[in-house]
């Protein structure tokens, strides 16, 4: 009760109200309901981007699909005969039944006579760039191609999502069976994984077994990145983008593939070099389960969960699409500098509300700044940068992650 005490008379002074809601003059005017502030709204972080094999489409670029039956009319209509189109088809499935709530899907035709390459399959991932609601990437066709082609693929991948905010969920690459000894040797060969873009990426091993009536398939093994995508949107939706998507059953799993001791789940949870890959295990009365929510980033103190590193993902994509919505054309001035700060500290407040900082009050669990002499000089101010810098407690309190955003007003509007 304290807490929600502090938290409505914090927001209350942030939005310069009394607690009657009347507005309070501030160097910004009066806010209120005769000058309302421009809303933050929270990016979702739902959306999955599938680069894959499918039968068919009508369409030469990605195509949002919100429901399993809408990708099925768009992607599979009646071919299902061949294995990798019933393979595809099975993923999807699978990313639907464990929570997936949105879709972006790209079309990859298979070369008739020749081996899938880096070169057949990167135009595709460049289109996503333009694609802003993605939040998580799968690449289901790497499969399809040698390792050589698909590091190549990955790589970029990595790159895109460090330069998007998005999050790569990989499967190591395998030719049938993968034992605990070939993805140890996986992760050390595999360079592209050594990247200072890793933290947006995680590896988890282990097949997934399966089964499905409807496409007459009794016993499978497929890779577990679109059914772990599902379970990403899954926890986000019901619990936030902060909590962790580990210990969460697994929905339509019957087994996994390879059973691992403790020792050989240490090793792949937190191995010297910092490469993480996330096992799964079987849990009496409950069932397959990811044991495991680090990125490929296991060494780095801030960014070593997948919870963190998407917290500040969602918070980035958020304040940046605010900043360019709303103050683009806006004086740079002192009137606009308590707008943003305002808002995107109402916006903080209730993520703390939420559970996402740590911390006994607001102010030991965030902070903003912005402004003349805080984090703009004279010059900024001339040259039409707005500069906001947001500290957030994510793991521990008084252990602060810093975002720095920057704005270049439009010509004109100091």
Known sequence: MAKLLISFLYVLLLCGCTEDGKALATPGGYLGHNNPSPSLVEDKMLTTAFIDVYPQSEFNFPIKVTSLSDFEQIFIGNSTSRDEHRLAHLQM????KNGGRAAVVRRVELPLDRELKAEDVLPYLNELKNMEEVATLVLPVLSHMTELEASKVRAEALQYAKEKNVFFIIDPKHSGQLSFEDVILWRDEAQDLISEARSYAAAYFGRLLVHDDELGIQDM???PSATMAGVYSRVTEDEGVHV?????QLIGVDDVEVYLSSEQMGELNAPINGLSICPF???PNVGIVAWGTRTLDG???SFRYIQNRRSISMLDRSINSYLERYFLFSPNDANTW?????VISSFLMNLFDRGMFVGASPDEAFNVKVGLGETMTEEDILNGYIKVQIAVALGYPGEYELLNFELKLATGSN
């Not at 499935?93 to 639907?96: C, E, L």
């Not at 308590?338 to 305002?342: E, G, N, P």
């Open 93 to 96: 499935k699978m990313f639907f």
């Open 338 to 342: 308590f707008t943003i700060k305002s």
């Open 299 to 301: 060494n780095n103190s």
């Open 221 to 223: 093994y497929i890779d």
């Open 244 to 248: 962790s998507p580990a210990n969460i």
């Open 281 to 283: 295990r079987k849990i």
